[in-house]
């Protein structure tokens, strides 16, 4: 009984707690993300000028571990919600990112899958932060 009880006990701490991984993901980064997602489609048409990707940063955003009850789990569900919603605007994103052959290489060095980008933030100076799922 007492054994039964603390793996009941254990598994709903491993469900409520979030793991070190979403711990180093901030809420800055979450807003980033959402941007980077609902303006997808937006920064496809900017995709096609650049000439140059000094670096590539890469956040993944699929954690199949995050508990709905803990805050993390919330903002990543919402994130969800909005690479459903904007489904158009991210095909347009991959179209362009594949189309362009400096972010096609860029993407490949860093080993990101363009299938799989929801969004990017591009900087000033042609750097791309790439929001995989």
């Excluded at 807003?31 to 590539?56: F, M």
């Excluded at 890469?58 to 909005?82: D, P, Q």
């Excluded at 991210?90 to 860029?106: D, E, F, K, P, S």
Aim: aromatic share 4%; charged share 10%.
């Amino acid at each position: 009984m007492l054994k039964s009880c603390l793996k009941t006990i254990l598994v709903l701490v491993a469900l409520v707690t979030p793991g070190a991984a979403l711990a180093q993901f901030d809420s800055s980064q979450i807003t980033e993300a959402g941007s980077a997602i609902l303006g997808a489609g937006k920064t496809a048409s900017a995709i096609g000028g650049l000439h140059n990707v000094p670096s590539v940063g890469v956040i993944h955003l699929n954690w199949g571990f995050a508990s709905s009850f803990s805050h993390m789990g919330n903002e990543i569900a919402t994130l969800k919600i909005y690479e459903e919603r904007n489904a158009g605007g991210i095909a347009q994103l991959r179209h362009a990112l594949g189309a362009n052959q400096v972010t096609r290489r860029a993407l490949a060095n860093h080993g990101v899958n363009i299938n799989q980008v929801v969004g990017v933030s591009i900087g000033g100076s042609g750097s791309l932060r790439v929001f995989v799922d």
